[in-house]
């Protein structure tokens, strides 16, 4: 490439900004922001509309230390719930942005099986609060898919999150640390015995991955019974990871009278 060519290709790209500070208005005038939740339209991207954002719970304190309950008050600093105390999960903290609720289900659905890829920034965008600057040098590791499903799909959800997070927080990515070597059946309507089951032997650790001393992030859409999530952090522990942490979009919360 000549200079003068390197010279009109720095000129266009400065007037890049400035194209797309005039064509704002005009593109949000024909394609105006829509609520992720319902479609109503909303005043920025990836805003929620009032009812959605009312509907919507958020996770956080007081909660499990090991896989955020909620609790109804504070419990004090590393409390565990009783599942946990009785039997500890193999990953070390689980967090997740929202209790799954219609609002929570119908942004993982569109994701999912909608195509609408864009979401995966809004869920790692939320994802954020839940990342604890002391972990610098953590490594982000997405729950893989299978390579039969991924074909069929077009995209891994949790690797499209995971790929945001990472360039939201600085972190490393690491999609091929973890595969999905056994095709299962959709776990939705399954108990949790049935869950762990069908996802046993379903994972194997990639042959060059870099786990060892890491600490992990492991990312996915909806945590259910946590029977992949669990199938998972073995792994990873097995593969040297120090620490194995779930960083999901949206948790299932034990319904009332559920052992």
Request: charged share 20%; glycine share 12%; aromatic share 6%.
């Amino acid at each position: 490439m000549c200079i003068g060519d390197e010279a009109g290709t720095r000129q266009m790209m400065s007037l890049v900004p400035l194209l797309k500070t005039v064509m704002r208005p005009v593109m949000d005038y024909a394609l105006p922001p829509r609520c992720p939740g319902c479609g109503a339209i909303v005043g920025a991207d990836h805003g929620f509309c009032l009812d959605c954002w009312s509907g919507m719970r958020f996770l956080g304190p007081p909660c499990c230390a090991r896989c955020a309950l909620p609790f109804e008050h504070e419990m004090g600093e590393g409390a565990a719930c009783g599942a946990c105390l009785a039997q500890p999960p193999p990953f070390d903290s689980a967090r997740a942005v929202l209790a799954y609720g219609d609002v929570a289900r119908t942004v993982a659905l569109r994701l999912k099986y909608g195509r609408r890829i864009g979401l995966a920034r809004l869920v790692a965008g939320q994802m954020l609060r839940h990342v604890r600057p002391e972990m610098e040098g953590a490594l982000i590791v997405p729950v893989p898919l299978h390579r039969w499903r991924l074909w069929g799909r077009g995209f891994n959800q949790s690797a499209l999150i995971a790929d945001h997070l990472g360039r939201l927080t600085g972190l490393a990515v690491d999609k091929h640390g973890l595969r999905r070597v056994k095709r299962t059946q959709p776990l939705r309507g399954m108990n949790p015995k049935q869950r762990a089951k069908a996802v046993r032997g379903a994972f194997a650790l990639g042959p060059d991955h870099k786990l060892a001393g890491r600490v992990i992030w492991l990312v996915d859409d909806v945590h259910t019974s946590g029977a992949t999530a669990a199938a998972c952090a073995k792994l990873l522990k097995a593969g040297g990871a120090r620490e194995v942490h779930l960083l999901c979009w949206a948790r299932a919360l034990p319904r009332a009278g559920d052992d």
